[in-house]
Structures are given as C-alpha cells and as structure tokens.
C-alpha cells in the first residue's frame, strides 16, 4: 500500500519564478491538505481540498494556489516566487469527509528560492 | 489568536522517562495530536486525545486536560532514536491543524 508521495524531492528556483509541487494521497483518502514547515518551526496550515475544491484556506496570499484532481492527487502552485517561501512543503492525506484526523504526512519537497 | 506552546528543546538520558508538555489555547476543539519529526523527514502521527485523561500506547503516552488547555506526551525508556522533535497540534472547530513550533528532544547515552 504506497502511502503519501511527494514530488520533487528538492528544488530549487530563483525570486520572481513560479513552481508547482503535486502530491499522491495515500490510497483510499481523499482529503489533501499543505502546510509549509520553515527551519525549527512547526508546519503552517496552507489550505486542503476535498472533492476537486478548496475547503480550507490558511492565512497564505494568493500568490499560493492549489488543485485536486478527480483520482485526488493535488498540486501546489505558488507564483512570483520570494526568499521567504523557501521551505519544506508538506502534503497531508486523511480519509473521510469533516474531519481531518489522522493525516498522514508525505515526505515533503524542500524548495530554495535565491 | 492561536497558540501552541510547547518547550523548544529538552534533553533526557538514554532509558530514562520525559514528559513533554504542550498548552494551547484555539478557537475551538476537536482533538489533539502528537507527531514524531526526525530532522529532514516528515512527521509521523503518534496519539490523538479528544477527551480527559491518559492514552496509552507502549513507551509513548499522552495526557489531556481540556478544561486547562494542556497537554503532555509522556515517553518511557528512552532509545537513541527518540531523538527528535515533537509537535503538538490541536484541531480547531473548522477542523484545522494548528500546530506547535515543536520540542527538539535530545537523548544522551
């Protein structure tokens, strides 16, 4: 059963770029959620989809967008790149609907912006 | 606001027991939860609670108080590979994770 993957694993891209990360949810969740994890610091809650449509937002500009699609994978698209956005990204899959429970975690992109 | 409180970092000797402890005060309630995070890798899921009390689960135990905003993860007979962080994050009523900035735990033999 292949749990949460993530891909790439690194990357790197200069200031003023955009990227896009995606995401494979465990198999049987439908629910995927982003956080951002910044060097000794918990992850922040970006924003999760659910049934193709965002149903959470955190308090990230809209610089940061996303996408599911209908076999529930994700992707995380963030433009006009900045140095601070450098992070590991996190994706996070949980079964069900409400609820998030349980996520499960992939093991994240680490992106550098310089 | 929102707020998570838990140690930045703590030491332990090697098969001893420390107890983590974690406060939070969130709009709303619906559980709280305890991941493992060694350096580089993701975090891994280790107790949920949602109701007073003590949950058991081998080494690993976690303690929660509602009516205080606190919380405790409990590890016994410490191994060289517990050292890691560890985050608390409690589920608020939008049912969002609202995590801590984690607590380094270094082991020593």
């Known amino acids: 059963d292949a749990g949460v993957t993530q891909s790439p694993t690194h990357l790197i891209k200069t200031r003023g770029q955009q990227v896009t990360l995606r995401c494979s949810p465990k198999?049987?969740?439908?629910?995927v959620s982003w956080y951002q994890q910044a060097l000794g610091q918990g992850p922040q809650f970006i924003f999760q989809?659910?049934?193709?449509?965002?149903?959470q937002r955190g308090n990230f500009p809209d610089r940061f967008s996303g996408h599911q699609f209908p076999n529930y994978s994700s992707e995380l698209n963030v433009n006009a790149l900045l140095l601070g956005d450098s992070a590991l990204y996190l994706c996070?899959?949980?079964?069900?609907?409400?609820?998030?429970?349980?996520?499960?975690f992939g093991p994240g992109t680490r992106l550098t912006v310089t | 606001g929102q707020n998570i409180d838990q140690p930045t970092e703590m030491t332990a000797t090697e098969g001893a027991i420390v107890q983590i402890n974690c406060t939070y005060q969130?709009?709303?309630?619906?559980?709280l939860f305890w991941y493992q995070q060694h350096a580089g890798e993701a975090p891994t899921f280790l107790s949920y609670?949602?109701l007073d009390g003590l949950e058991e689960k081998g080494r690993f135990s976690s303690f929660l108080s509602r009516s205080k905003g606190y919380s405790y993860l409990l590890l016994k007979e410490l191994q060289m590979k517990d050292s890691a962080s560890y985050l608390c994050?409690?589920?608020?009523?939008?049912?969002?994770?609202?995590w801590g900035a984690g607590t380094k735990l270094i082991i020593k033999p």
């Open positions: 609670n949602v």
């Open positions: 996070a899959s949980s079964p069900g609907t409400g609820g998030s429970y349980e996520q499960y």
């Open positions: 969130t709009s709303g309630f619906n559980g």
């Open positions: 994050a409690v589920m608020d009523s939008n049912y969002q994770l609202i």
């Open positions: 989809y659910y049934e193709e449509e965002e149903r």
């Open positions: 198999s049987g969740h439908d629910t």
